[in-house]
């Protein structure tokens, strides 16, 4: 694990070198001052020398400065090594979950996602801040604390041969208890994030159906499922310090006592006694720092194999297959005996036995039932799902034969669920061109009819349209998306039942929008209304994935008894209305 996350901190590897010194010699430096002491009692004290006092106390000023600037260093170095470090495993594992397939993000969940990329990348930092500085700090001044001790009694020394076993005892069984129950929390604060995640995604649903209280109750269960697991975590961790307490007063009573005893017989002076006491008081204070680096480790452990688990895995589509230079030259399409089904494991196919041809620049609808594969169908030609078996071609070439960005750059996708993010309307319009004038801005928004809100706007093409564009209607949102898609000019646009919140009169408009300003451009649009594809070239009718029938409206209305149904029906209902 340490391998894996070791290359992470490029770049603040001099920065972690310093720290470390630093620690080690504010150690050094703070080990010396008791021998200092311990002259100023034996020699200084017992021979009443002033001069010689004043002198040895301010050598013990001076060391002491000198390991506070020490100790200020390591801080300083530590915590800018440490926030690195944080940063780079944040990004890296931010720029491997841009590289996901649908597959991949569905496998950890959106919350998990969060929580690692946070929580856990959080934990990861404060163990290398706080490690730079214990893990050198502790040892250095055990072992060197240690040395000092048994320089100046090997008998009152003997003492520690008690102590210390008691104490990594402890340790050893505290760690086996608490690692576990790390792990444990982590996945309860997934658990709480999703909840949350939700609720606030969908407030407006909630509070449609009246659901707040139902809500509440899920987020409470879960909330308490955290807090119980926390108070078991972290009440094994508390029960660290009252135990390390007991021995540490423990040992120095043991010392007291016999150290007494040495100096009333005069086998030991009061200046070593007191100077043992202070090595006593930094070896233990030392093995109380480790048992606190242990306990960290316990947390960073569980919350580094959850960040692993996300930089190893593997994305389920890539680029692999890619050919060098491999550019889109036109927005052709083709399936060939295509099978897809979400899971590897499933038994039933989405799509079955899929052969078609769209020529470029060609309009093509798609109609049929909830279900039937439609959105599917489509979303196997930017590749954010990839085909089990078959092939499904771009301009004459399979789509594995792309790169995702060449591929991606030359289709236009506007989903079912339409997405803006925080920001201007013209930020989220750059999307579809960074480098766009304000004229194509204008002829974009034109072209998807979104002008006649936009002038009612004060600000604009400038105006916010707030988290998630909850500043603009539904009908607004779908204008304003399509307007993106348009912008980018794709060799293919894919709109999926993109225009379903807008009246049929607009509906109208934006495909002849398309036919003037997207000649060139193939367009496959997903539509439950028959008036919103009767003019295109080809129609699509799906049903249980497979295709049912294709043609011409026409061809269609005297061939396919579903698509007729679904044509009389609705101009029935068009005939009830008026």
Known sequence: MLKKLSPY?????????????????????????PLVMADIVDVGVANADTNYIVRKGI???????????????????????????????????????????????????TASLVTRLTSDVNAMQMTLMMGMRLLVRAPVMLVSALILAIKLSRDLSRVFLVAIPLLLVFICILMTKVG???????????ALNLVVQENLTGIRVVKSFVREDHEKGKFEKRNNDLRSTSE????????????????????IIAVMWFGGKMVYAGTMEVGNLTAFFSYITEILISLMMVSMIFMMMSRSIACAKRICEVLDE??????DHALTGAAVECGSVDFDHVNFKYSEDGTEWVLEDITLHIPAGSTVG??????????????????????????????????????????????????????????????????????ASEEQLQAAVRAACADEFLSRMPDGLDTDLGQGGVNVSGGQKQRLCIARAILKQPKILILDDSTSAVDTATDAKIRQAFRQELKNTTKLIIAQR?????????????????????????????????????????????????
């Open 530 to 578: 028959v008036t919103s594809i009767a003019d295109a070239d080809l129609i699509l009718v799906m049903e249980q994935g497979r295709i049912a029938a294709q043609g011409s409206h026409e061809e269609l209305m005297k061939t396919c008894e579903i698509y007729r149904d679904v044509y009389m029906s609705q101009q029935e209902g068009v005939s009830i209305g008026g």
């Open 9 to 33: 901190t490029k770049g603040y590897r001099k920065w972690i070198g310093l720290g470390v010194f630093c620690s080690a010699m504010d150690a050094v430096f703070q080990l010396l001052i």
């Open 232 to 251: 078991k975590a972290f009440g094994a961790v508390v029960v660290n310090m009252p135990v390390m307490m007991l021995i540490v007063y423990g040992t």
């Open 180 to 190: 576990p129950l790390f792990r444990v929390l982590q996945e309860k604060t997934d």
């Open 314 to 319: 593997t994305p389920a589509i890539n680029n």
């Open 366 to 435: 798609i109609l049929g039932g909830t279900g039937s594969g439609k959105s599917t169908l489509v979303s196997l030609i930017p590749r954010l799902y990839e085909a089990q078996e078959g092939v499904v071609s771009v301009g004459g070439r399979p789509v594995a034969n792309y790169t995702m960005e060449h591929l991606r750059d030359a289709v236009s996708v506007v989903l079912q669920k339409n997405t803006l993010f925080s920001g201007t309307i013209r930020e989220n319009l750059l999307w579809g061109n960074p480098n």
């Open 59 to 109: 050598l013990m000023v001076v060391m002491a400065l000198v390991a506070l600037l020490f100790g200020l260093g390591s801080a300083a170095f530590s915590s800018r090594a440490g926030m690195g470090f944080g940063a780079n495993l944040r990004a890296a594992e931010y720029a491997r979950v841009q590289s996901f397939a649908f597959s991949n993000i569905e496998k950890f969940s």
